[in-house]
């Protein structure tokens, strides 16, 4: 199906059994321990050894030497793989750097061997007996030091943001130094790991020259494509299966060294391998969220009307690395008649920098979101009211597209009403709570909508289940569910009659899990099948499709009626589709909105920052599943909060690799640190997004959280804080006097 | 790991016996942080000896008006226990401000004193570290050193003690008492059971090789509002980048043991007559000598004003 033209009705707007907020259909399975994950699928390859993971013990350099001899003699060791017995290896289209180092080292914890043996516990305790010699070489490991010569360049995010080197509307230079209010800022954010719970693992089993690979993986296509391409065999060789995913925020959107190793060690040791990272390699052996310095400068008449807005990103990365594309919202959340953006790339030897959950616009928003508040104090203004003042229905950059949807303004005003935005002191530093400094504060919420294709196979059985196939991922999203919602509508069935099947490449490619696209794409795919598999009905019943209507467990048309099932009686019925886009995405700007509200208690003594309570308003389109959803933002804004105030991967910029590599060193929130959480969903449909109308949510829930939360800690305080996370000592000496 | 053996000790003698002989060998009992340690080979003992059937599990009275709390009373049930709540309030709250539920469920009181550090360059085993490795150096000096020691440290080693519990005993005045090979006994005050690092940070505590604890006891109960204030980024289950276990009287005079500071709890008697003129002036004192980083100077100040957070509470309570 090409989905060209603005949806008009369709069964999907029935609504009986889309946009209830139904439990999740895998809800139990996760509750009982029951949901089969890479590592314990079930029933698991018959004979299977265990793969340890050697990650490198230098960021940058050569291998002179390995010795061996210890690990193989090691009890129930079978095989070692490293770069020399690996045979000849490409590398995958997605991966920046090589999944198996040597001799050359690339980064810190870059796999260099995988020692295979009877029991995981041998394994690991060989991996430890590995002796390497290295010739350690000098590296580039410090941003701000790199980024003074690094060059201007463009670049996008697998997961859809894009943004190119320099980009100029109108004259900023000479419009920002007549403006009557100016404001320029600098702003730092960290880099961040995904810190998922379920690590990167893997099941690999050869059979000939057929591979079979249980994973978890948040795309499909892309990881059994790159591990084909780096395995040098064909793609159609290789069964690739994700059908649960424990949380991916982005690292898992690739092929990872668990899934190649565990290939090569499988195909080493003549059985089948599982492997799993170990908690200590997720932060350096895998990506990370880049650092970012952020320059932004905002010019304003007097009114608030903004003239000219710009903002300039640095990042680094490994060679043939791109950029984060923290400027891509400055695009478009504003008007403004005069713009630029620009992005610099600097070289890093600290390991690969990639998407995690809302590359480009989670730091992004971090940034701009407090420049619009700083900015906002400055003219005396309301930050909402700042906002509502620079809304803009069109591409600030091509004033010709219009927003397919954009309620901004909605938003903020549903905010300011329900959070008792009015009850917030304006002049920082005046509310206290006992020891507590209180304060509020809001940022508003943007991420880009993405139309990506997707297919799906559609069956109908004798007993008239519904079977769906597709090879979209569930990484605790609630794909499965959504997923049912859409063919119990399309089929005109309750959702107990619908199956879904997820996450194997044998069912067709979907969009996958990233970049929020996954709920709109896969299931206008589902939409898609679903319409072919309605005219397959119509057609075996003798009914005239265009006619025929799918309800309550039957078909009618005029004033004929058959039971669903009917029309598989002699047999099951199949279809697949899949969804495709026109231009209807270049002709408007499709992007999703919302508002965060925070406030925070700042400990007067300590300068500790703990949030009191949130509020996200989101405007996204057609919410599928309202539970699901709020499931998505709530988790969203946690993170959020955990980017505002703990989250930093530590550079050691002399040894090239990020420090606090585990969960007790990486802070992520904890129960104790999330209060009450709100979350409002606007009515909303998008007839220009897909059939569904909806769009995603995954990641607005926390694009703009972050500076919701500082611009709550600086009306607390009355202490400006521009590096994330905020830590207490970057405002402890600036605190007012303890009362 | 590395491959181990294992047995259930006899007895306290027996176990102290077996751990003094067999090199390599190591007591385990909640095993929270042993275990972790084995696992990445930072600690790789050949034998362990179980000492969680030898009893030593009981909080008792002494003749003195003090509790005698047996090494192997598990966190939670220490800080739930009447008795402490209410002669040694900071000790149930700092306990409480430690691990999670699941690992104070576990963990010991002799277990929590022998804590290894989280200074994380001990955790990786790829780098330099005299506490892990001695004389292979130091990773953490010039390198990432937020969390590290700003008092009593040495060129060898910066580590922190991360205990909660130790602080608050470091407060009260507790003794360790243990068992040897020969089966004599003795009570080290708590202030002399922890070592600073010195050149050999790989000793972290007195204890001679094979000598188990058998309990820690605490003297009478002091008065005062017992106080623990634990900074950290994260609300629960992180280790604390300062803290302060204060027991404070009427008069604003009282006593003051700091943690997150130095490579044991940190206490300094003499600062102490300061008390009442406010916690610069204990601070100053507590403080005095101390060599922060750049990434740690903000303890310094921060130990400051979180004894004047808990010097509030007391005057508020």
């Known amino acids: ?739 | 790991m590395k491959a181990f053996t294992y047995e259930r000790a006899a007895s306290a003698q027996d176990a102290a016996a077996k751990a003094s002989s067999l090199q390599g060998a190591r007591f385990i009992a909640g095993g929270t942080n042993l275990l972790d340690l084995m696992k990445l080979e930072i600690e790789t003992p050949t034998h362990l000896i179980d000492v969680n059937g030898l009893g030593f599990d009981k909080i008792e009275k002494t003749q003195d008006g003090g509790l005698r709390i047996g090494a192997f009373v598990r966190n939670t049930a220490l800080a739930a226990d009447m008795r402490v709540r209410k002669g040694y309030g900071v000790l149930s709250r700092a306990l409480l401000a430690g691990a999670s539920g699941q690992l104070r469920n576990k963990a010991t009181t002799s277990g929590n004193l022998l804590q290894r550090t989280r200074c994380p360059y001990f955790y990786d085993t790829n780098q330099p570290c005299n506490k892990r490795r001695p004389g292979s150096g130091c990773a953490a000096i010039g390198g990432y050193s937020r969390q590290l020691a700003i008092v009593g440290a040495s060129e060898a080693c910066v580590a922190t003690h991360p205990s909660d519990m130790a602080v608050a005993m470091r407060v009260l005045d507790a003794q360790v008492e243990t068992v040897n090979a020969a089966g004599q006994t003795r009570a080290i005050p708590i202030a002399e059971f922890h070592r600073l690092p010195g050149d050999t940070p790989h000793i972290d505590t007195v204890l001679a090789p094979g000598e188990l604890i058998t309990a820690v006891t605490l003297p009478k109960p002091i008065g005062g509002v017992h106080l623990y204030e634990k900074v950290r980024d994260r609300a629960s289950y992180a280790f604390a980048l300062v803290s302060v276990a204060a027991v404070i009287q009427k008069d604003g005079s009282g006593r003051v043991a700091i943690g997150g500071v130095a490579h044991k709890p940190w206490r300094v008697e003499a600062a102490e007559a300061a008390m009442p003129q406010g916690a610069k002036a204990v601070a100053a004192q507590l403080l005095a000598g101390a060599t922060p980083t750049e990434d740690n100077a903000f303890k310094v100040p921060l130990v400051e004003r979180t004894l004047a957070a808990a010097m509030h509470e007391a005057r508020a309570a």
Not at chain 1, 324 to 329: G, K, L, P
Not at chain 1, 489 to 508: A, Q, T
Not at chain 1, 653 to 682: C, M, T, W
């Open chain 1, 1 to 739: 199906m090409r989905f060209d033209t603005p949806a008009g009705t369709n069964p999907i707007d029935r609504l009986k059994v889309v946009g209830k907020p139904l439990d999740r259909i895998d809800g139990p399975l996760k509750t009982t321990g029951t949901a089969p994950y890479a590592y314990e699928h079930h029933p698991e390859p018959a004979n299977a050894a265990y793969g340890y993971v050697v990650g490198s013990a230098v960021a940058k350099g050569r291998i002179r030497s390995m010795d061996l001899s210890q690990a193989k003699a090691a009890p129930g060791v079978i095989a070692i793989v490293t770069a020399e017995n690996a045979g000849k290896l490409g590398k995958g289209s997605f991966n920046t750097v090589k999944l198996l180092g040597g001799p050359e080292v690339d980064h810190y914890h870059q796999a260099i061997a995988v020692v295979v043996a009877e029991t995981f516990e041998q394994a690991r305790a060989a991996a430890n007996l590995v002796r390497v010699d290295y010739a350690r070489a000098k590296g580039r490991f410090d941003l701000d030091e790199e980024l003074k010569t690094a060059p201007l360049t463009g670049g996008s995010s697998d997961e859809g943001s894009s943004a190119p080197g320099v980009d100029r509307v109108g004259k900023f230079e000479a419009a920002f130094a007549s403006a009557p209010v100016k404001f320029d800022a600098t702003y730092t954010t960290p880099d961040q790991s995904h810190a998922m719970m379920e690590p990167h693992a893997s099941i690999a089993a050869w059979d000939g020259g057929s591979l079979s690979v249980w994973t978890s993986n948040q795309m499909i296509d892309w990881g059994r494509g790159d591990l084909a391409k780096t395995l040098n065999i064909r793609k159609d060789k290789i069964r690739f299966m994700s059908p649960y995913v424990g949380g991916g925020f982005g690292g898992k959107l690739f092929l990872r060294s668990d899934a190649l190793m565990a290939a090569l060690a499988a195909r080493a040791a003549h059985r089948p391998v599982k492997v799993a990272l170990q908690r200590p390699l997720i932060a350096n052996n895998t990506t990370h969220r880049p650092a970012t310095r952020q320059r932004i400068r905002i010019g304003a008449t007097a009114d608030g009307t903004i003239t000219a807005i710009a903002h300039e990103s640095g990042s680094g990365d490994q060679p043939e690395g791109g950029p984060e594309t923290a400027v891509n919202q400055t695009k478009l959340l504003y008007a403004g008649a005069n713009r630029m953006t620009s992005m610099r790339l600097a070289v890093l030897d600290l390991p690969e920098g990639n998407a995690m959950r809302a590359p480009g616009e989670a730091p992004g928003m971090m940034a701009l979101e407090i420049a619009m508040d700083e900015m906002a104090e400055k003219l005396g203004m309301d930050p909402i009211a700042f906002r509502v003042r620079n809304d803009t229905q069109v591409d600030p950059e091509k004033p010709e597209r219009r927003f397919s949807e954009r309620n901004l303004i909605g938003c903020l005003e549903q905010g300011r009403q329900r959070f008792g935005w009015s009850k917030r002191n304006p002049r920082p530093a005046q509310v206290r709570d006992g020891r507590w400094l209180v304060g509020m504060g809001m940022a508003a919420a943007f991420r880009n909508h993405i139309n990506m294709p997707s297919g799906a196979r559609v069956r109908l059985g004798r007993d008239g289940i519904v079977t769906v196939e597709t090879d979209m991922t569930d990484i605790g999203t609630g794909s499965y569910t959504i997923i049912a919602q859409t063919a119990a509508e399309m089929m005109g069935l309750p959702i107990e009659r619908v199956v879904v099947k997820l996450g194997d490449s044998s069912f067709p490619v979907s969009a996958g899990s990233g970049g929020q696209f996954g709920a709109p794409n896969s299931t206008g795919g589902v939409y898609a099948a679903c319409v072919k598999l309605r005219e397959a009905v119509a057609q075996r019943l003798g009914y005239d499709p265009a006619n025929a209507v799918f309800e309550d467990g039957r078909v009618r048309a005029g004033n004929r009626s058959a039971a669903l099932a009917e029309a598989a009686k002699d047999g099951e019925l199949s279809a697949e589709d899949r969804i495709e886009f026109g231009d209807l995405g270049k002709k408007y700007q499709q992007s999703t909105f919302g508002a965060h509200f925070a406030e925070v208690g700042v400990d007067s003594y300590t300068g500790v920052v703990r949030v009191r309570r949130m509020l996200a308003v989101c405007a996204a389109g057609r919410i599928l599943n309202p539970k699901s959803a709020r499931s998505q933002v709530i988790g969203a804004m946690t993170m959020g909060v955990g980017g505002a105030l703990m989250e930093e991967l530590a550079v050691d910029k002399r040894f090239g690799f990020f420090v606090n590599h585990d969960l007790a060193g990486y802070e992520v929130p904890v129960h104790a640190d999330i209060p009450h959480q709100e979350v409002i969903f606007l009515d909303e449909t998008d007839a220009t997004a897909s059939p569904m109308k909806a769009k995603g949510i995954g990641e607005l829930g926390l694009c703009g959280v972050g500076a919701a939360v500082a611009n709550a800690v600086y009306n607390a305080t009355g202490v400006r804080v521009r590096d994330y996370p905020l830590t207490l000592e970057k405002h402890l000496d600036r605190l007012p006097p303890i009362a």
